[in-house]
């Protein structure tokens, strides 16, 4: 090959180089950057100029300075690295998540006196990996909600006829009038014990409901009708209740399991409250506190009650806990969870049972669905007001 | 009062008839769809307490045909299992509007809503 040749391929070879969408740097065997192309320019923050001569430690995280010394390991034994995944640091300290593969270079002899690298970014594809993950995540959760509900509405409905011919014939025992005291009391604790498992059944059997299509549920005005239906009680306990309810702003869901929820949370908190106390209730414009670009509705229930002691606090929504006796089936936080993670929502607890200052503080997110979800809320407010 | 319970589990709908008939009502029970359609032509209820889901004809369709034949009959549904709304639905979308009453019922809640027919 004649120079004139040799210079042209290898000015081809500089071109490709160059114009490559990829990073492509090389570096001895020391971890001295020697080249580095416009896409690393670009990709990094450093220009050419900055770069050579400098360490490629520039570029790694402090805490995968051991990845690059077992590279350079193996590229000193003429070995490649291909495709590996990995995280480099840019000019602006940002990460960014990259796939390199790591050649050794050799001189005319065959000796190795360097690497080249060639660095491809794959933060889009990881995140869409992690995106279809966590979707697949979600679905799998909701199919787990979907069979215990399921199974929960077919065990219901094959207890429900049993149930109903003992209550019938209890009380048909009771009310024959042949029965001695004793024996009255003892029917009258049977009567009660299948009310109360009427009453699980009934719970369990709430919490699935054949798919209709949502509606748009106004969350004030669903909290102002359950207020409404507690008033009475709320009253004969002494519970002040001080509400700020702000109305036209709707969630896409359904309205029964939605007065579910609130039910359920209005109930628990009157009971956490036996010689009355003060209530404040909140449905507001809010977002999601873990995922902040996610806009919604939160709920909020605050009673002063007597508090969830620390040592139960992590069972207050296991199927079956309950702290209220007989009175409690121990599926209504259960329920409200399913229900709540169904509607895609959120739920959070803080409690206190130091005596003077207890309670509890239930809030609840639910998103708007819609793509603009403030814009939609507050279109919404307006059309309704 | 003459009150039909249909129910295909005999031991509801017999505990059922026994629990009215103990109010002083005249009841009877039918087991079918078919039975029902048979006994109402004979028994001429006031009343009719159907369970939805039955074997052959559902407790819609009966109650359908019964409305139909007798306009001034009360009905009332009774269910143990949610996936009956949807046929409730149905039926009020075609104009039937009957209280769907959930199983197991308290017996005296149940004598308390049927009170006010006995006297009509």
Known sequence: ?385 | MRVLIIDDEKHIADTLVMILQQSGWEATAAYDGKLALQHVDTFHPKVVISDVILPGMNGIEVCMAIQSKYPACHIFLFSGQPATDELVSDARQRGFHWELLAKPIEPQELLDKLEPFATE
């Open chain 1, 1 to 385: 090959m004649s120079g004139d040749q040799g210079d042209s391929v290898t000015g081809r070879l500089a071109a490709i180089v160059e114009s490559s969408d990829d990073a492509i740097i090389s570096k001895n065997l020391d971890g001295v950057i020697s080249s580095w192309n416009k896409s690393a320019e670009r990709l990094f923050g450093y220009t050419a100029e900055e770069a050579i001569g400098q360490s490629i430690m520039l570029i790694i995280p402090a805490d995968r300075r051991k990845e690059e010394e077992s590279i350079l390991d193996r590229i000193r034994h003429g070995q490649r690295v291909d495709h590996f995944e990995t995280v480099r640091r840019r000019k602006d300290g940002t990460l960014i998540e990259l796939s390199v593969t790591i050649s050794p270079v050799r001189d005319s002899t065959g000796r190795v006196v360097g690497a080249s690298k060639v660095g491809r970014v794959i933060t889009e594809r990881r995140q869409s990996e992690r995106a279809l993950r966590e979707s697949e995540e979600r679905l799998r959760k909701t199919e787990k909600l979907a069979a215990a509900g399921q199974l929960a509405a077919s065990l219901a409905h094959e207890i429900n006829n049993p149930l109903s011919s003992v209550t019938n014939a209890l009380y048909l025992l009771k009310t024959t009038g042949e029965l001695s005291g004793g024996a009255k009391s003892l029917v009258d604790i049977a009567s009660s014990e299948l009310a109360r498992m009427a009453r699980i059944v009934k719970q369990s059997l709430s919490y699935y409901r054949r798919a209709v299509a949502p509606t748009d549920v106004d969350i004030a005005t669903t909290v102002a009708e359950s207020l409404q239906v507690f008033s009475a009680k709320l009253e004969r306990v002494g519970i002040a209740v001080q509400p700020n309810l702000i109305k036209g702003y709707v969630v896409s869901g359904f309205a029964d399991e939605i007065r579910q929820i609130i039910d359920n949370l209005l109930l628990n908190a009157i009971e956490a409250m036996p010689d009355g106390g003060r209530l404040r209730i909140e449905v507001r414009p809010s977002r999601d506190w873990k995922q902040g670009s996610r806009q919604g509705i939160r709920f909020v229930v605050a009673d002063t009650g007597s508090g969830i002691p620390k040592n139960i606090a992590s069972r207050i929504f296991e199927p079956f806990f309950t702290t209220k006796e007989e009175k409690g089936t121990g599926l209504g936080l259960w329920v409200v969870r399913g229900l709540v993670a169904k509607h895609e929502g959120r739920i959070r607890v803080c409690s206190s049972d130091r005596a003077g200052r207890s309670g509890t503080v239930i809030s609840i997110f639910w998103p708007t669905v819609a793509s603009s979800p403030e814009g939609d809320a507050v279109l919404r407010r307006e059309l309704a007001v």
